[in-house]
C-alpha cells in the first residue's frame, strides 16, 4: 500500500522512466533493437513505458478524486494494454504495419498519448491547486 506522503515519490519515479524512455527512443540508441527472448525489440518495451510512466503517475496524483481517479485508470488501463493491442494489429512482435492497421495503431497511439498527457496535467494541476488551497485556509 503506498501512503499519502510516498505518493508524489513514485509519480516521479515513474515520470522518470518515462524521461528515460523518451530520451533512449529519440537519441536512436542502438539497444533499441536488441531482441528480448520472444522476439520482441526493446524499443518497443520503452515506448510501453513511455505510456505506463506518464500514465502511471496520472493514476497515483489523481486517485483520490472521483472522477479524474476513473479517468486516469481507464488511461492507465490502456496504457497497458498498449503493447498486446499493438502486436495484435501488426500480427508481429517487430511492430511492422500493413494497410489500414498501421492507420488504427497510429490512431490508437497518439490518442493514448495525448490522453496520458493530458490525465497528467490536470492531476498535477488539481494537486498544485490542493496544495495552494490549503495553505491558504491554513493561515
Do not use: E, H
Not at 41 to 68: H, T
Request: net charge positive.
Amino acid at each position: 500500500m503506498i501512503t499519502p506522503s510516498k505518493i508524489p515519490l513514485y509519480a516521479t519515479a515513474l515520470l522518470l522512466l518515462a524521461a528515460f524512455s523518451i530520451y533512449a527512443i529519440l537519441s536512436g540508441a542502438d539497444y533499441l533493437s536488441s531482441l528480448l527472448p520472444g522476439g520482441l525489440p526493446l524499443g518497443n518495451v520503452l515506448a510501453a513505458a513511455v505510456f505506463l510512466g506518464l500514465s502511471g503517475a496520472a493514476y497515483l496524483l489523481a486517485k483520490q478524486r472521483k472522477v479524474l481517479g476513473r479517468i486516469a485508470a481507464i488511461v492507465l488501463a490502456a496504457s497497458i494494454l498498449w503493447l498486446p493491442v499493438s502486436v495484435a494489429l501488426a500480427r508481429n512482435a517487430s511492430l511492422n504495419f500493413a494497410g489500414w492497421n498501421g492507420t488504427l495503431w497510429f490512431l490508437f497511439t497518439i490518442g493514448l498519448l495525448f490522453a496520458a498527457i493530458g490525465t497528467l496535467l490536470v492531476a498535477v494541476g488539481v494537486n498544485l491547486y490542493s496544495l495552494r488551497k490549503a495553505k491558504t485556509t491554513a493561515k
